[in-house]
């Protein structure tokens, strides 16, 4: 941490900031295993990534979750990432997701009907409304770590077991 460096305790520093309100940062890794469960893991995954990845946030772009692993999710894929928009590699479900994440990420309020019409072609109303509370703790957690100079990902913690 750049700026807090008096925080009690011991571990790195996402531990040590989490030990001034534990109660509150419970609450935060207990909503990111909520929205992973309420996710399809793949999707979420990229989704992560890609954010980390607008947003310069180093620490979230070396964890993995196993869970999109398991369900097939490669290193090869996630090196596309960045061209999502015409690698061969995504599917139009996984395009639809994506260009609503990046505009989440980029300006909220440029997000359209058009976005959303987009995934609810592929996800019931009930998995875009998880699918959109995920990219806004995905984007809350990475920019607050960002802001605070959390140098290590609290996602390592909570990806290997979602």
């Known amino acids: 941490m750049t700026w807090l460096p008096d925080l009690p305790g011991e571990g790195n520093d996402w531990e040590r900031l989490s030990a001034v309100f534990p109660g509150a940062f419970h609450a935060v890794e207990e ?3 909520a929205l992973w469960a309420a996710n399809d893991p793949v999707l979420v ?3 992560r990534l890609r954010i980390a990845t607008l947003l310069g946030f180093e620490a979230g772009l070396v964890v993995r979750s196993q869970q999109a692993r398991q369900a097939g999710l490669g290193e090869d894929k996630i090196a596309e990432l960045s061209s999502w928009p015409t690698s061969a590699r995504f599917s139009a479900r996984e395009r639809a997701c994506l260009a609503l994440a990046e505009q989440f990420v980029i300006d ?3 997000v359209t009907d058009r976005h959303v019409d987009d995934v609810l072609a592929y996800l019931s109303s009930g ?3 998880a699918y959109v ?3 806004s703790a995905f984007e ?3 920019r607050g ?3 605070l100079g959390v140098t290590t990902s609290p996602e390592a913690r909570w990806l290997a077991s979602v």
């Open 31 to 33: 909503l990111h295993r």
């Open 45 to 47: 995954e990229l989704a």
């Open 108 to 110: 909220v309020n440029g």
């Open 127 to 129: 998995e875009c409304y």
């Open 133 to 135: 509370n995920a990219l």
């Open 140 to 142: 809350n957690l990475q």
């Open 145 to 147: 770590c960002l802001t």
